[in-house]
């Protein structure tokens, strides 16, 4: 229960003015909430992890796929190179042999 502080009456929960002195009766309000810093410290403690597993889980993923990439155009030009050496090769072999029968 509230009282007017001027004359110490009690007073209604629902009243402005105090009905024997005429005082405005003031009011207290509750203070505004601030955010705990307790609170604020754990989000952040649990969230960084968090964060950092989803960013090693993606490139887990990404970086195999570009690797194998990788590798697939490297064994395509690697394949390409053999045939064309391969085919140098073979004219070698067929001039050699062409000359060794035009020579007999």
Request: net charge positive; charged share 10%.
């Amino acid at each position: 229960m509230a009282f007017c502080q001027n004359c110490g009456k009690e007073l209604n929960p629902n009243q402005v003015v105090c009905l024997n002195c005429g005082v405005a009766v003031k009011t207290a309000q509750a203070p505004a909430k601030k955010p705990n810093g307790c609170l604020i410290a754990i989000i952040v403690a649990i969230s960084i992890p968090i964060a950092l597993f989803f960013i090693g889980l993606v490139s887990a993923i990404i970086l195999p796929q570009q690797e194998v990439a990788q590798t697939q155009s490297s064994t395509k030009q690697s394949v390409s190179s053999s045939k064309t050496n391969n085919s140098s090769r073979q004219k070698s072999i067929l001039a050699t042999i062409v000359d060794n029968a035009t020579q007999k």
